[in-house]
């Protein structure tokens, strides 16, 4: 499953069920089945270079080696956008895709992890550059140490 945005790629629920029936034919076998997940963690000019290449070596793959293509549906902005200008308004950083992928795959917990880090990071970074956190991660008193360490 490679993780990306496009006119051919589908949401990960609808792969989710395409792949329900192969995961009980291998079950049936007695095969462990599992998913490998594929980030493209790049601009977006050079995503569309590496799924392009992605897409060209999978015309000589064997079905067992082709990748399907998904997406997440974004209901929110970025949680990243407070440090950023975003290149595009649906996008999101590639944490943030993951993290969604997972929920959607049915690993909240991983998901919440990764979110709950997130949204720390960009409190630590907005909180050392002498700015409001966004998130409300640390207390006032976190806060006032955290700045008073940066140079």
């Known amino acids: 499953m490679v993780l990306y945005p496009s006119d051919t790629s589908i949401p990960v629920h609808e792969f989710l069920k395409k792949t329900q ?5 291998h079950e049936e076998k007695e095969e462990k089945n599992r998913l490998n997940i594929v980030l ?12 392009k290449f992605l897409a060209r070596i999978q ?28 290149a595009r308004k649906d996008g999101c950083s590639t944490i943030e895709a993951a993290s969604c992928a997972f929920n959607e795959l049915g690993e909240k917990e991983v998901s919440r992890i990764w979110i709950q880090t997130l949204c720390m990071y960009v409190d630590t970074i907005c909180t050392q550059g002498r700015k ?3 998130y409300g991660t640390f207390t006032k008193e976190e806060q006032t ?4 360490s940066v140079p």
């Open 145 to 148: 140490k955290m700045r008073t």
């Open 40 to 51: 493209l963690d790049a601009t977006w000019s050079q995503t569309k270079s590496l799924k």
């Open 132 to 134: 409001d956190q966004v």
């Open 59 to 86: 015309t000589n793959a064997g079905d067992e080696y082709r990748a399907s293509f998904v997406h997440i549906n974004l209901t929110k902005p970025s949680l990243f956008a407070p440090l950023r200008r975003q």
């Open 21 to 25: 029936h192969e995961q009980k034919l």
